[in-house]
Structures are given as C-alpha cells and as structure tokens.
C-alpha cells in the first residue's frame, strides 16, 4: 500500500523561514517524481514545485521562485521543501504528490500525480 506522508507544517510570522518534509512507503522512491502542491482557503490548488527522480529537473510556481528550494535525498526516501521568507499568501495546506513510476523530468501540473498525502498546514501572519 502506498503512503505519502508530509511534515513540518507550522504557524509562522512573515519573513519567517520552514522546512516541510515528505517521506513515501510502498514506491521506488528513487524512480518517482516529486512535487509540492497547496491549496489556500477558497483557492484552487496551485502546484509549488517539484522534482524529478534523477534531480536534475526541477520546476517552481513564479510565486514562490528565489524564496523556496525543492531538494530530496533518495537514499532516505525523503522530500523537502525549504521555504525563506514566507508570506500571509502562502498560508494553506500544503500537499506532496508522488508521480507514477519513471516519469519524464517532472510537472507541475497536479493531473500528473497518482499518490498524494493528507497535507500539512503552514500559516503565516502578519
């Protein structure tokens, strides 16, 4: 069974750094693609960035570019998001998204995710 599991969501103030992490059970970690994906209250979801499985693609939203880093480490199955200088606009939850096996480079394009977590917040204040 496939899991995808995110942490690291907090309340923050604005300016403020955070780091979410993401671990997977049940995938070949190293042959699946990464992204993050959120979604503010009353919003559709907005993918954030993403990584390929051979971490030489990756992709950020023009909201977030020069404020957060995508990185993984496949020998511990784990994803993170760091994320410097946060703002009250990208308070939401935020979500990790698994792609099917082997994907070419990566997307941000929600559809082409399969596995997806249950989020975690972040909120950031004024």
């Known amino acids: 069974q496939v899991q995808v599991v995110e942490s690291g969501g907090a309340s923050v103030k604005a300016g403020e750094p955070l780091t979410l992490s993401c671990t997977t059970f049940?995938?070949?970690?190293?042959?699946?693609?990464m992204a993050w994906v959120r979604q503010a209250p009353g919003k559709w979801l907005e993918s954030v960035s993403c990584?390929?499985?051979?971490?030489?693609?990756?992709f950020y939203a023009d909201s977030v570019k020069g404020r957060f880093t995508v990185s993984r480490d496949n020998a511990k199955n784990m994803v993170y998001l760091q994320m410097n200088n946060l703002q009250p606009e990208d308070t939401a939850v935020y979500y990790c998204a698994a792609s099917p096996p082997a994907m070419r480079g990566c997307t941000l394009h929600p559809s082409g995710y399969k596995y997806w977590g249950q989020g975690t917040q972040v909120t950031v204040s004024s």
């Open positions: 049940g995938l070949t970690f190293e042959q699946t693609s």
């Open positions: 990584i390929s499985w051979t971490e030489v693609t990756t």
